[in-house]
């Protein structure tokens, strides 16, 4: 078989990348890692399946510092992909101190996250050695701390968490900048004050003056906070967010509680699974300390330690609701930068929550309505969204994607959702190319500006979806089983992510609604749509 000049191309790309990668002693997974790319992205471009992108290759280029060889095979491959002339104007290869890492320039270089368990009340410490490898100076950085009464049961949670709602008072919260004796205290500016979730700016200022994080400078910043035991559970989760070298989770509980403890994790593109290397335990002065370390923790996974106080009818017993802190979400980082936009397209949840009579629209539709989500027969959910000019747009961005947060919010006081749920600008009044996506299992939602479809198996499966904009119905729609897509960050740069089974319909679902599609627009003909009434999988996951 005849090999095109592409291919070849395309070829000797891959083999230049791997032989670089391999002489810089790095695994696919540390180079994507460094990259800021789901590690299948690497193999699949090395293994030939996937074509290289401009920004992939500056990257490459930038971690491997390949002496302008990696981003040279990417010209001569661009070249003849576009037909043009060899030697024809190209923008100046990269170098390392013009890369920006995706989110928001900032890497954590190592995160050591602490739990104690102490006279009846949690305290959680988290320090974070942070190199500002952006372009602009950071002046805040955001946190988030949240809890759920009943992970298993959302209506259950929400009703306990409106009865008693965690505040800041209890919080207690407390945060430093720099070691001594150069420390300095940080002040902090709430930006969503919510029953079950508080997300805070952590500020590089306080009274005595501002000290921002520079261009190429370090530091390291701690904050800790309070969370009692009727209100934080058996289990403490990190959610990496921003590129991270290192991450260590350590737990401090009495040894008189005999407790029993375990872990798991999970990413965009895999179930949950246990963690892949032991914990650590050691007792000291009548406290067992469990300690668990990672290198290179991958992009947007999430790493829970649980347990269990086998000794539950001592004098200090554990509690037994749950709190997790995922304290790095999508919009982390320096205050130059902005958030993305999302889409109140979902696929189906759970039932509907139990209403007061005439205080809520008895039809779904009707309830998605008075909750501000736009329905289907708006002429704005036909057209493609406007992309975002990022960086400039980023103070815009952030806004949308603050407005889709508030309208998620209220969503979920109308609908457990088991399988997940998404929501676009559009559906919002926001003609923004961005969405939100929360996963099935309920971690923090992805956020996505400017996505787009980049790849997608060949693979693919059918599962019934529904629509916030058209939501007394369910669908039988057709998608790949997996998909990687590019989206951008705020601070201009992008990234292409991979989505496997549910997130990759969700995700593509959400897409959809940014291009001016709707899920039954991809339905067979002669397939109909099935009134939510009859319905039979509410309130269960998809089957994979």
């Known amino acids: 078989m005849t090999i095109s000049p592409i291919e070849r191309a395309a070829d000797t790309f891959a083999a230049e990348l791997s032989r670089w990668r391999v002489d810089r002693g790095m695994t696919k997974k540390q180079l994507a890692a460094r990259m800021g790319f789901d590690p299948s992205y690497v193999s699949h471009v090395e293994g030939r399946r996937h074509r290289p992108t401009e920004d992939f290759a500056r990257r490459a280029e930038a971690v491997l510092g390949a002496g302008g060889a990696i981003w040279r095979c990417f010209q001569q491959y661009d070249e003849l992909r576009h037909a043009r002339a060899p030697g024809s104007a190209h923008r100046d290869p990269p170098v390392p101190e013009q890369w920006l890492p995706p989110g928001t320039g900032l890497i954590v270089e190592q995160e050591v996250a602490t739990l104690s368990y102490r006279d009846g009340a949690y305290r959680c410490v988290i320090r974070r050695a942070l190199y500002n490898a952006g372009t602009e100076p950071v002046t805040r950085y955001l946190i988030r701390v949240a809890v759920d009464r009943y992970p298993h049961d959302p209506e259950l949670s929400n009703r306990y968490h409106r009865d008693r709602p965690l ?29 079950a979730f508080k997300e805070v700016w952590l500020l590089f200022e306080n009274a005595e003056g501002r000290f921002p994080l520079y261009p190429g400078e370090r530091v390291a910043i701690e904050y800790g906070y309070t969370v009692g035991q009727e209100k934080w559970g058996q289990w403490f989760q990190r959610a990496v967010r921003v590129p991270t070298r290192k991450l260590t989770v350590r737990l401090d509980f009495p040894e ?12 965009l593109s895999a179930e949950e699974a246990p963690l892949r290397t032991p914990l650590q335990r050691r007792v000291e002065d009548g406290r067992t300390h469990v300690d668990w370390t990672t290198e290179e923790p991958l992009l947007n996974a999430r790493y829970r330690l649980e347990w269990r106080f086998r000794a539950q009818a001592a004098a200090d017993p554990a509690p037994d609701f749950t709190a997790a802190d995922p304290a790095e979400p999508a919009t982390e980082g320096p205050a130059t930068v902005g958030a993305a936009a999302a889409d109140g397209a979902t696929a189906d949840g759970a039932g509907p929550v139990a209403e007061t009579p005439g205080a809520v629209p008895a039809r779904a539709s009707d309830r998605m309505r008075a909750a501000g989500i736009v329905q289907r027969d708006a002429e704005l959910l036909r057209h493609a969204a406007d992309p975002f000019d990022l960086p400039t747009d980023a103070g815009t961005a952030d806004d949308v994607v603050t407005r889709l947060r508030e309208a998620l919010a209220r969503v979920d006081q109308l609908h457990l959702f088991s399988k997940g749920v998404g929501l676009a600008a559009p559906q919002i009044g926001q003609p923004r190319s961005a969405a939100i996506v929360r996963p099935p299992d309920g971690a923090e939602p992805v956020v996505l500006l400017n996505p787009r479809v980049v790849d997608a198996s060949a693979e693919t499966d059918e599962q019934y979806e529904g629509c916030l904009s058209f939501f007394d119905v369910r669908g039988l729609v057709t998608r790949p089983l997996r998909i990687d897509v590019e989206h951008a960050r705020a601070d201009g740069s992008r990234i292409i992510t991979s989505f496997e089974q549910g997130m990759a319909r969700l995700v593509a679902h959400e897409i959809d609604h940014l291009e001016g599609r709707l899920y039954d627009d991809r339905m067979a003909a002669d397939v109909p749509l099935v009134p939510v009434e009859e319905y039979r999988e509410t309130g269960r996951p998809w089957h994979y």
Do not use: Y
């Open 167 to 195: 505040t800041f008072d209890e919080l207690d919260l407390r945060a430093n900048c720099g070691d001594p004796p150069t420390r300095e205290p940080m002040h902090w500016r709430k930006k969503h004050d919510r029953d």
């Open 256 to 267: 008189r509680l005999d407790p029993h403890v375990w872990g798991v994790e999970t990413s």
